[in-house]
């Protein structure tokens, strides 16, 4: 057998849980990204993308309200689902969910079916 392992997800048919992660880390690698994206200096794409995280030194998305989670990532746009820089996102969130599998959407999938509406979304 050759060729790419199949996901056994689909990120077009959810609300983008992942990004409403209050803990999404980034490295000074992302920062940089982000603030050429945006043609800012780095000092000002850290402040206004990232905030102080839980450990000495560490700077995660900033977050604002959603109406499906509580919150999500600033960068998510909250209508259709998708992140607006995908382009210059960050390591973790190219990596995530770092398997085949998604526990979320499986956990997604199962409600769904057993509701037994493929747009459901159970409430967080
Ligand atoms: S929670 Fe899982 S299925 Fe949903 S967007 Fe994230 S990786 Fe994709
Ligand atoms: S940068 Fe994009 S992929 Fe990463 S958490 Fe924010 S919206 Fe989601």
């Known amino acids: ?60 998305l900033r977050h604002r309200k959603d109406h499906v989670y509580d919150s ?5 746009d909250r209508d259709t689902r998708s992140c607006t820089v995908y382009e210059a996102r960050p390591a973790i969130c190219r990596e995530y969910p770092g398997s085949t599998r998604c526990g979320y959407y499986d956990f997604l999938s199962f409600e769904r079916r057993t509701q037994e509406d493929p747009e459901f979304i159970p409430s967080a």
């Open 72 to 76: 999500v990532c600033r960068f998510l």
């Open 1 to 60: 057998m050759s060729g790419r392992p199949r996901n056994f997800y689909n990120c077009a048919k959810c609300p983008a849980y992942c990004c409403s992660y209050p803990r999404i880390q980034t490295t000074r690698r992302d920062i940089r990204r982000l603030a050429r994206y945006f043609g800012v200096a780095f000092e000002k794409a850290r402040k206004k993308f990232t905030k102080k995280g839980e450990e000495k030194g560490e700077r995660v």
